[in-house]
């Protein structure tokens, strides 16, 4: 592999799951939906945090395409690889879910969020070595 493809390769790669993160919580993978009332639970909070969290993780992959520096793409991918871990405690532990463990918010978004966010974190930190390590 050429050296100035690795970092487009991890950064499309970093892009894709970055963006099926924010738009899975908003479609597929929501939380709980309003209540009787029109209110929303507190889980709706997450679902947008862990959103806008998709959203900046996708701007940082896309900087690890655009810059071509080497140190830069090292900063970026750890930046990426600690705001994944980030997003993986949003639910739950940052912001609390539904009291019933058998709610949408905690069977599906839940594991949603923080499988996609570990993945995520996993190829930053790939990306970080492999960049770290490479001679351009």
């Known amino acids: 592999m050429e ?13 894709v799951l970055s963006l099926a993160l924010c738009i899975g919580v908003k479609t597929a993978f929501k939380a709980c939906g309003p209540m ?4 929303y639970m507190n889980c709706h909070k997450a679902e947008n945090a ?8 996708a701007v940082l992959s896309v900087l690890i395409i655009a810059i071509k520096n080497k140190g830069a793409r090292v900063a970026l ?9 980030v997003s993986a405690i949003l639910p739950n532990n940052v912001i609390k879910l539904c009291m019933m463990d058998t709610m949408h918010c905690h069977t599906t978004m839940r594991p949603f969020i923080v499988v996609v966010s570990v ?15 490479s001679k351009d």
């Open 3 to 15: 050296k100035n493809n690795k970092g487009i390769i991890f950064g499309i790669v970093l892009t």
């Open 50 to 57: 862990a959103a806008v969290a998709g959203a900046v993780l």
């Open 119 to 133: 993945i995520i974190a996993v190829v930053s930190a790939v990306s970080l070595i492999v960049n770290a390590v």
């Open 77 to 85: 991918s750890a930046l990426t690889a600690v705001g994944a871990v």
């Open 36 to 39: 009787e009332n029109g209110m």
